[in-house]
């Protein structure tokens, strides 16, 4: 449209206003109350051109906005950071970046949004095609040296900081003064370093900061690979204009919740059901209450009873510890558990299952599995680099499962953990401290791929950042908050000042412009791992470990390094072959200059073998990072070579102790300010923010208070400071969203199906009343997690059978009212475990080190050792991309970041693999071995103990006599060959494990 009403009515030739007087009547549009007025002064009597008068802001915008804009956008309601009731305010813009452009309409967003009708949001009023012309034609004058009111830029220092964090505290900052200078504030640029003050108000010319970067000296070239660019020419003026007017300071505070209300998110957002506490509520009275064993049974019936339905009959005791065995262990029963549980008489013996499984040591492992997946766990960076301390966060995970370490304290050890005591000050490291440092790497399982190089990137620090904020919001808060990284949330009462004040919290520790990397890199860049001390030992004894690990580690050093020299050897005559085949098709007068070329290092060539090695060396050479495939594809018993020798070093490799650090997060203090980024843009800084929640979660009226964790702490406390308002018994969402999770993995689906979302965009929960009595059940019992599973497992509607009725299937056909026990599929660690379990190759070694992988040249990923017992899928080595086969088939979660809810799939690729994989049939093959040696020789018993082995109960007369039949009838036919019996058994026990009774669980 602007275009348009440009070419009928240049506005360098018209009036402001006749051109807009006409406009009017071109789109049929009347004036209205509060736009600007039509005037059509006379014409001069000389004949010249009147004078252009413009719109006027108080005038003429001031009304306009009045009545389309500042109920969402003014001083005390300030939508997005926007505040358009003074021209100071709007040329200043919001948190999306500048709201106009002066001189330039079509790049101005106020004039973008109203124009393409996307504001008003509220639908309300619109603005009409007169007042959007007004709003153009100001905008178009703000442009002008004449505009009338229209105010010089004043800088200030937060207009400077951000350009410093990015282009010069890198290496000029409180830790790494380079030649003595700190550019953090305006008085250590006052103060300056070797080479005197950097900064000369008023004057550009004389100050050192803006010369070195004019001059481009500064930032040296050196430092780009650690993220460092130079500035921009806008950057440069804006630093230049700031010491020209007298590098002035404001006090200008940070942006955190204050004692009055909160302008941006309303106590109507705050009236949605998850952001309200969770309150107490009465037990309901049904009808069938001899069905009711608990709470839980008269809140789900209530819901049943109502649509004309109750709870589906009990389970029967076969089918209940199969259930409960693979819901808290991941392993099926022995059949010796299962005849004693079934033939005892105490009324009491399922709840007396229920808390052996609850005692026993795989229950951490099965349940720590799904806090890890809310983690992102993996041994492993983005591109399968290997992390070779994590694996200590997920033996504290086991180890807190297994204790039931209340929730609180859980939480607040990895929100916290190195806030909540002083290491340095105790006498001895105890497992308490040990723990509470370990526990902090949940916040660093994301990738994170900034070790060195362009990897250093301050984009790359943000997104890792991001991603650990999305695993604490997702997995903790159970909201959705990553899109208010670039503008307010459209969904959810949630503006982006709020992700930047938790960003705040997370800064003494994720400091994007004062970084530690993963890894152990130079003095200029020092890693984020501490040293792990093994509780209550003293130095005498440390020192003996150390020197046992050493011990220990010489001799597979020795062996993995013989290894790699042969294989190495052998490849020698292989790539000379290779690269006499390339020769070969060079010209003959070159070839002997290129082998010359070829074995002269490149410091010591002349002009002429640089020469070739620039036209040449591309085409002749072996790629060093394609080396080993181009060699395993080009020589088939090189790969077989290779591949042993891989499987080899990876098995010595597993017999070394790894040195002892941890993957830790720490408070380093004293962190950068936080400055809201424009459209989530780190080169486009906006308003100064400080450390705070999501205001929708609070009363919007009480400031989020940090302190030092300790007298003389050299810590923030912010992290801190979050871990304790999240364990608040009133906040609305912690406790909730740990038993919805719970649920979730006892009855396939959550009260609250979106179990990462309870927001307004989330799914609303099934039984409200359920989910809070069941958050309140968890505080009042000491935040035990075993007590809800307690509660869960031993009422009436978890003993259900799975058996599907047509009328539960018409009135509840999703089982959303939980008429029935979902049948599900074991899932992808259980069922390998379940495999190696019943086969007698399941090694149960707890903890430590992950068994490591091996990757085959065709792709398929396993242990280097198929026929040696195997560890616990946890304890596999977690890659994000080279996943083990077996696992990656049965939905094995991504991490990415995190996994809250895992996907099941079943896809013919699936079936195939339990069908054709050799790893199964050798696991067949142990299993029969297992059977005839338990059962004997006679056929009748060994089919009873594959049953009992496999399903957990024994076979049925039907099935009995059908595989009995069959297994004779082939016999018959191949009896002749040697082992038949044998083999018959071994199909047999290969039909087990692909039969549904041994994939799913009723």
């Known amino acids: 449209m602007a275009s348009g009403i440009r070419y009928w009515f240049p506005h360098k030739t018209r009036s402001w206003a006749a051109g807009a007087a006409v406009m009017v009547i071109v789109f049929g549009a009347a004036p209205v109350a509060g736009a600007w007025p039509i005037s059509f002064p006379a014409s001069p009597s000389d004949g010249s051109q009147a004078p252009t008068e413009g719109p006027a802001f108080k005038r003429d915008l001031l009304p306009l906005f009045e009545k389309n804009c500042l109920r969402c956008h003014a001083t005390r309601v300030k939508k997005g950071g926007l505040d358009l009731s003074t021209t100071e305010a709007v040329l200043a813009g919001g948190d999306s970046g500048p709201a106009v452009v002066p001189g330039q309409p079509a790049a101005s967003r106020l004039y973008e949004m109203v124009h393409d009708r996307e504001m008003p949001l509220d639908r309300k009023s619109r603005v009409s095609a007169a007042e959007m012309e007004t709003i153009r034609l100001w905008i178009e004058r703000l442009g002008t040296s004449k505009a009338p009111g229209r105010p010089g830029v004043q800088l200030n220092q ?47 010319e004389r100050s050192l900061i803006l010369q070195t970067i004019l001059a481009k000296q500064m930032p040296p070239l050196g430092v780009f690979d650690s993220g460092v660019t130079r500035p921009p020419d806008s950057d440069v003026e804006k630093l230049k204009q700031w010491i020209a007017q007298g590098a002035p300071e404001r006090d200008i505070q940070p942006d955190v919740a204050g ?46 009873e109502a649509k004309g339905l109750t709870l589906s009959p009990e389970a029967d005791r076969l089918t209940l510890i199969r259930r409960a065995s693979f819901d808290l262990t991941g392993l099926p029963p022995t059949p010796e558990e299962v005849r004693a549980f079934v033939s005892d008489p105490d009324p009491q013996a399922y709840e007396k299952l229920i808390d052996r499984l609850l005692a026993s040591p795989r229950y ?275 790969r077989k070579a290779a591949e042993e020798t891989e499987r080899k070093i990876l098995s010595l490799q597993s017999r070394q102790i790894p040195e002892p650090y941890i993957r830790a997060l720490w408070d380093r203090g004293d962190p950068s300010p936080t400055y809201i980024y424009k459209r989530g843009d780190s080169q486009n800084a906006g308003r100064l923010v400080g450390p705070g929640v999501p205001s ?214 699936q079936a195939l693999f339990l069908l054709n994989s050799t790893l199964i049939r050798t696991l067949a093959d142990a299993l029969a071995e297992r059977v005839r040696n338990e059962a004997g020789v006679q056929l009748a018993d060994q089919v009873d103990r594959t049953y009992w082995l496999a399903v957990g109960r024994p076979p049925t007369a039907e099935e009995k006599d059908i595989i009995l039949g069959e297994l004779e009838n082939a016999y018959e036919a191949g009896s002749s060959q040697p082992d038949a019996r044998r083999q018959l058994l071994a199909r047999l026990c290969h039909t087990m494990i692909n039969s549904n009774a041994f994939l799913y669980v009723d």
């Not at 951000?162 to 790494?176: F, S, V």
């Not at 998110?265 to 309150?279: C, E, G, K, N, T």
């Open 364 to 638: 951490g492992e099965r349940w720590g599995r799904y806090w890890l997946d809310l983690a992102g766990y993996a041994d492993t960076e983005s591109r399968d680099d290997d992390r070779e301390h994590a694996w200590r966060y997920r033996d504290y995970v086991i180890r807190a499962f297994d204790t039931d370490k209340p929730y609180d304290r859980f939480l607040l050890e990895q929100i916290a953990g190195d806030e909540l005591a002083d290491p340095g000050r105790a006498p001895v490291m105890t497992q308490e401290l040990a723990d509470n440092l370990v526990a902090t790497g949940f916040l660093r399982m994301t990738p994170d791929p900034t070790t060195l190089g362009e990897s250093g990137l301050i984009q790359d620090r943000i997104n890792v950042i991001s991603d650990e904020i999305q695993v604490f919001s997702s997995g903790v808060l159970g909201l959705t908050i990553q899109c208010a990284q670039c503008h307010d949330h459209k969904l959810e009462p949630i503006p982006q000042r709020d992700y930047y004040r938790l960003r705040a919290v997370f800064k003494g520790a994720f400091d994007e412009y004062d970084w530690m990397v993963p890894r152990p890199g130079s003095k200029a860049h020092p890693a984020r791992l501490l040293p792990y001390v093994t509780p209550l030992l003293d130095p005498v004894a440390l020192k003996e470990r150390e020197t046992i690990r050493q011990a220990t580690n010489r001799q597979p050093s020795l062996q993995i390094h013989a290894l790699r020299t042969a294989l190495a050897e052998k490849a020698k005559p292989l790539e000379r072959e290779i690269i006499e085949g390339r020769l070969a098709m060079q010209p003959p007068e070159l070839r002997d200059d290129l082998r010359l070329m070829l074995a002269t290092p490149p410091a010591k060539r002349n002009a002429w073998l640089k020469y070739l090695a620039e036209k040449y060396e591309f085409y002749v050479n072996i790629d060093p990072f394609d080396r080993d495939n181009l060699l395993k594809d080009t020589y088939p018993e090189y």
């Open 259 to 304: 004692t009055e209300p909160d302008p941006l998110v309303s106590d109507q957002d705050r009236r949605f059901w998850a952001f309200q506490p969770p309150r107490p509520v009465a037990v309901p009275s049904v009808l069938r209450k001899d069905r009711v064993r608990n709470a839980i049974d008269a809140f789900v019936l209530q819901k049943l």
């Open 158 to 204: 937060h207009d400077i900081f951000p350009i410093m964090l990015r282009h010069c505290t890198p290496c000029h900052n409180h830790r790494r003064r380079e030649g003595g200078l700190d550019l953090r504030t305006r008085a250590s640029m006052l103060r300056g370093g070797k080479s005197g003050p950097a900064l000369v108000p008023g004057k550009p």
């Open 696 to 909: 929708v979660l609070t009363d919007g009226q009480t400031p989020f208070i940090v302190t030092p964790p300790w007298p003389g702490a050299h810590k923030t406390g912010a992290r801190l400071a979050l871990g304790r308002w999240l364990v608040r018994p009133e906040n609305p969402l912690t406790a909730r969203v740990w038993v919805n999770r719970l649920w979730q993995h006892h009855f396939g689906a959550g009260i609250v199906a979106t179990v990462e979302n309870f927001g307004r965009s989330g799914a609303r929960p099934t039984h409200p009343e359920l989910l809070d009595w069941l958050a309140l059940q968890l505080v009042e019992r000491g935040w035990s997690t075993k007590a809800i599973h307690r509660l869960a497992m031993t009422s009436s509607t978890y003993r259900q059978s799975s058996r599907v009725t047509p009328e539960a299937e018409r009135l509840d056909p999703g089982n959303v009212l939980f008429s029935r026990m979902p049948l599900t599929r074991v899932d992808a660690e259980a069922l390998r475990d379940a495999i190696l379990f019943i086969a007698g190759r399941l090694d149960e070694t707890r903890y430590g080190p992950p068994q490591l992988l091996f990757v085959r040249h065709d792709g398929m990923v396993m242990t280097p050792d198929p026929s040696a017992p195997e560890r616990r899928s946890l304890y596999l080595q977690q890659r994000r991309t080279t996943v083990h086969t077996m696992l990656d088939l049965f939905d094995y979660p991504q991490m990415g970041p995190n996994c809250s809810q895992r996907a099941s799939t079943t896809v013919a690729p």
